[in-house]
């Protein structure tokens, strides 16, 4: 029997030296740390407290946060950030459910992480005899992830592992479970039989090159358009093909236009960029090229008002899934393979016979952009008090583009919205947020991952509501001393802060929060900075002097409440009823 297949009791190896021994937890670590996977996003407790504890002993960098779903929404980040699956560790059954919200998310952003939690036994649980927390966890996560895998013997860590980041990272990237049971963790193995069971994964995301006819193919509808399109989504991002990509953009001379987390991509006051005129390129475009971004509803699924007549496009699609094409419209030249790879193919095609688009489209989105621009831009300088969304985030714009290494996370319904047009990114993944599923809660577990695996200053851009599903973990913040600055864009409610009880009771309206409530002062609770700030002059300073510093620091921006809109930019999406009107 080969050494590697033998694993042995402690029990009834008293020959064993201690040294010559390991164990589940070591494994584990072992396993991570040969895959160059260094940080752990997680919440201690039963039964990985000391998988933890021994992590940081063996130099891991180990995260605790207040709770698990923010230690996901990290550990996603770090993904989408390095390219490598973020982890995050949780305990059983509550502590896996909390993690599992954030793995879900993590599967339908396409960024790779691996959820790994504890779980009770599986004779009590499989029998269900009611064990601590119990819960047949991995039945749970299989349909919420890309890949759900149970360990049951030490010997098998390492190809479990494997298998994890292999399925976390290669093809479209997504949230892979990995279920440890507690006993797992204790069983021991002769020391160099575990080694020898470790794998490091090799070429864990291999390239995808693409097929030299849907080249050419893609080529063909390119050069025929007379109102070309690329529009950037967040899987360019991730893909970190940025050099080719503004070689793709700028040789072929059609402008683009950046899903919010592409924004930066290429500088947002590139020439080419048709952010400003987005209503105008979407309806008028006759070819449009998709860039690692999915028709789903942020793009209104390629159809209706603002994509102009049905019909008057052709779609070319770059994407890694061969599913997603003709998700929604029919992709006349899909391009299936990875973006480094497609981009690359496309620029060599982009030789000296290629024509500019014509300078009728050109002019007129620039027309537009200029038009665009000028309208905004009066309103970024007032100086109303209280401050709207657009004083306040014209101040935040500045500073965004005298600092553009730093990384602005930003949730909230209007402050989302706004800040999204408003504040523009000069660099590539600078802007992490609310993504494919437009949710809240991903604020301070972005902030800390973004902070932990770049070391670059952090502006969390909050709305008061957004906030509050991630508000505890400034403490988290402020214990790692991370370069932080949050602002809470304070407008005392969801949406804004003056609705009333339409039944006149006791009860505040179901969207209002606490009247000027002072956030500020949670974050002087855990030692950071907490700044009161009614002015951009104010915000302006206080955001500035936590830049510079890099100390953990909250600013409680006051924001008129009456100044949001229903659901910010996406009010549509409510359903109305035909009985009563709120
Ligand atoms: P956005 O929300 O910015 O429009 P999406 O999340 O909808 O972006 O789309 C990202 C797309 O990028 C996904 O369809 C995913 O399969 C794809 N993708 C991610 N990484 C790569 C890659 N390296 N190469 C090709 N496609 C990728
Ligand atoms: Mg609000």
Redesign the pocket.
Known sequence: MPAMAQSVDAKTNEAAEPESLTDGFHLVIDALKLNDINTIYGVPGIPITDLGRFAQAEGMRVISFRHEQHAGNAAAIAGFLTQKPGICLTVSAPGFLNGLTALANATT??FPMILISGSSEREIVDLQQGDYEEMDQLAIAKPLCKAAFRVLHAEDIGIAVARAIRAAVSG??GGVYLDLPAKLLGQVMEAEAGRKSLVKVVDPAPRQIPAPDAVARALEVLKGAKRPLIIL???AA??RADADIRALVEKSGIPYLP????KGLLPDDHPQSAGPARSLVLKEADVVMLI???L?W?LSHGKGKSWGEPGSKTFIQ????PR?MDSNLEIAAPLVG??GSCVSALLQGIDGDWQAPPSEWTDAITERKEKNVAKMSSKLLSNSLPMDFHSALGALRSIVKERPDAILVNEGANTLDFARSIIDMYQPRKRLDV??WGIMGIGMGAAVAAAVETGKPVLAVEGDSAFGFSGMEIETICRYNLPVCVVVFNNNGIYRGTDVNPSGGPDVATTVFVKDSRYDKMMEAFGGVGVHATTPDELSRAVNEAMDSGKPTLVNAVIDEKAGTESGRIGNLNPQSVVSKT
């Open positions: 952003n396409c479209r990237p989504g967040k899987g991730y893909a899903m919010s987390m592409a690692g971004a999915r789903n942020l770059i994407d890694i899934e997603e990875d973006i993504g494919t």
